[in-house]
């Protein structure tokens, strides 16, 4: 078997910030245990994505077509066509050019799951491939059972048949509409919904199975899993400092999409008691629209608490007029345009967190202790959200009225309830609780530091 310093492995990333993230920690989770990582990453995401603390890893950019045709004027799938026609060529002529000048050569090639033809390029030249899913192991899990055939569409249909919802039994929880919107909405998200699918089109041709969660977090699906396939659980992968310190400069993720205001954000949330601010935040993709948003506002100033409510610049026409001079006033709030969620949700002051339930938000919560208020948009935030309240009790969820949007005085409400009631008090505990294991899971002998070694030696048996 090589020592792990003679092991060489590529990582290749999706060009989207949400899978960018947890891939480059796990990268330098691998770099911590010897291995020589190279990260490769589609060039559009460098013109968007500024990456920073990268020194224990190679990063490389690889062409992707983004500069050979304006990509807002091409159909969806026309875009996904051509951002594969042109990863499949210059990663082809990078591992080419790789195995040619290295010494030891990688032989094994991490993908995100999304990319999922990358796995025959890796066969073709020689290497093992392991998917790495961005996504839960219960949402990874709806799209293999829709790929088998084993749930039907629409789920409407489906939905009656007891074996839909029972194998494996979590899915008991979910309803129809806790499924991922790819499949519950079938004539909006087609085209995401065959990449989603398209995951598990090539998977059993790969040598292992890589998942962003913790084993003691989806303990019945990971059973369940771990029966049918070679699989690794590897999270979550947020920096060291949060989880378990062991790698004293994995302190943020490097990766900003937009210019957080840091030094406001501490400044106010150091100013407020412990455990009074709100915050909220729909990551860098969800759009609300204007009423939802006027509801929002609405439900802000009706609650007790503070709050620190993240507005990306491309939404702040839709805020309600006079809605900023009216809270900077009592310096009930403040609306930030962007911010380190890291820092913000580890902050003694916050006892809240208003999230569209993004896997890497809801692990981020949980491994930091925070209690959610779950209001979930599209994707798989649906099934997170329902999971978040029914499984891991640490959260409660405002649902939208007959007109899609969710009233401001339900939000006070829920969030009232965390902050100050009693259910609050529980799921604190809870939430305290999952902080807990979730470090646990990546410190030394846990169950994710283990699949991370497990990883590494079976590389290292490659090399024999």
């Known amino acids: 078997m090589c020592r792990p310093h003679g092991i060489h492995v590529l990582v290749l990333s999706y060009a989207v910030q949400s899978h960018i993230n947890p891939m480059l920690q796990f990268s330098r989770r691998l770099a911590s245990k010897g291995l020589k990582v190279t990260f490769i990453i589609p060039i559009s995401a460098k013109k968007s994505l500024n990456l920073v603390n990268s020194s224990s890893i190679d990063v490389v950019y ?121 499949v519950v909405d079938l004539n909006s998200y087609s085209a995401v919904l065959m990449i989603a699918l398209s995951q598990f089109s090539n998977f059993r041709r790969a040598k292992w199975l890589l998942f962003n969660s913790f084993a003691e977090l989806e303990e019945e699906i990971v059973k369940w899993m771990r029966n049918q396939w070679s699989i690794m659980i590897i999270g979550p992968t947020i920096p060291s400092v949060y989880l378990d310190k062991r790698l004293e400069d994995d302190k943020d993720y490097g990766l900003s999409l937009f210019e957080p205001e840091a030094e406001a954000c501490l400044k106010w949330l150091d100013s407020k008691p412990p455990k009074s601010v709100l915050y909220v935040s729909f990551g860098s993709l969800a759009s609300l629209g204007e009423d939802q948003m006027g509801e929002l506002a609405n439900g802000l100033k009706r609650m007790k608490s503070n709050f620190l409510w993240v507005v990306r610049e491309s939404e702040e026409k839709k805020l309600p007029c006079d809605f900023l001079q009216e809270v900077g006033i009592d310096d009930k709030g403040l609306v930030v345009k962007w911010c380190n969620q890291l820092q913000v949700l580890s902050h003694g002051s916050v006892g809240c967190f208003m999230t569209h339930c993004g896997w890497n938000s809801t692990l981020e919560a949980l491994s930091l202790g925070v209690p959610m208020v779950a209001m979930p948009q599209w994707t798989d935030q649906p099934t997170n959200a329902t999971f978040i309240v029914e499984v891991w009790k640490v959260g409660l969820r405002v649902r939208a009225n007959e007109h899609r949007v969710v009233a401001g005085e339900d939000i006070a409400s829920c969030v009232n309830d965390i902050m100050e009631g009693e259910r609050g008090e529980e799921i604190r505990k809870n939430s305290l609780r999952w902080k807990e294991m979730a470090r646990e899971a990546v410190d030394e002998g846990g169950s994710s530091d283990m699949g991370i070694q497990e990883f590494v030696i079976n590389m290292a048996n490659l090399c024999t």
């Open 62 to 182: 690889i062409p992707d077509g983004s500069d050979d045709v304006e990509r807002e004027k091409l159909s969806f799938d026309d875009s996904v066509a051509h951002f594969r026609v042109s990863v499949v060529q210059s990663l082809t002529d990078f591992i080419q050019k790789h195995q040619s000048r290295e010494e030891k050569p990688a032989k094994v090639l991490v993908y995100d799951s999304f990319v999922f033809w990358a796995l025959d390029i890796a066969i073709q030249h020689g290497m093992h491939g392991a998917p790495f899913f961005t996504q839960s192991c219960v949402v990874g899990c709806i799209y293999y059972l829709i790929h088998q055939g084993t749930v039907k569409l629409p789920l409407e249909a489906a939905h009656g048949q007891d074996h839909v919802l029972s194998d494996p039994p979590v899915m008991s929880v979910l309803g129809p509409d806790d499924f991922p919107s790819l």
